[in-house]
């Protein structure tokens, strides 16, 4: 941040420098002195000041979409929290591994509702207690989110697994889910 405020100072200065004139701040003094400039190298001393203070707007401004994309902010978790929980709400599942849950599919859709806010490697899904609640915390955010995850048997049916005798079958039930997310640890 220190980096941003520096390269924005520097702009400031030429932009004072293009604004006030070469010619006031230099030639005031002595205003008869022999080698002065001439009005056309003024005007372009001018344009070359408004030049750099243009490349060091530019060069803060990179700097500081660089540091944004290394960095969740509060409201970036919420709101992939909250579009993960629309995307796992579209689409019936298999019930996961008892122990994991669904830690590993609200992860996922994490990551995927939240491409382009922050690094994917600092997302963090941990799996609250017996019951289907996950804490989501990303990157150096101080925020963790709730999902409280709720499964209700699908009407649909579910997966069909024919028989190895080939007159047995059974079906893999598959569940409608919906998820809250609320603000704080579960």
Not at 79 to 90: I, K, L, R, T, V
Not at 151 to 175: K, M, N
């Amino acid at each position: 941040m220190a980096a941003v405020v520096f390269l924005f100072a520097i702009a400031a200065a030429f932009l004072v420098i293009a604004l006030v004139g070469p010619y006031r701040l230099y030639w005031r003094v002595r205003p008869h002195a022999p080698r002065q400039p001439s009005d056309a190298a003024l005007a372009l001393g001018r344009v070359a000041a408004f030049g750099v203070a243009g490349a060091f707007v530019f060069g803060g401004c990179s700097v500081q979409e660089g540091v944004d994309k290394r960095t969740w902010t509060a409201s970036e978790v919420r709101e992939a929290a909250e579009d993960a929980a629309g995307s796992m709400a579209a689409d019936t599942q298999i019930r996961r591994d008892p122990t994991d849950g669904y830690t590993s599919l609200v992860e996922a859709a994490v990551l995927k509702a939240g491409e382009d806010q922050g690094p994917s490697y600092k997302v963090s899904v941990e799996r609250a207690g017996e019951g289907h609640d996950y804490e989501i915390t990303a990157g150096s955010s101080d925020t963790t989110v709730c999902m409280h995850v709720t499964e209700e048997e699908s009407s649909e049916g579910g997966v069909f697994v024919p028989g190895a005798d080939g007159g047995s079958s059974s079906s893999i039930p598959e569940y409608d889910l919906t998820a809250t997310v609320d603000d704080g640890a579960c």
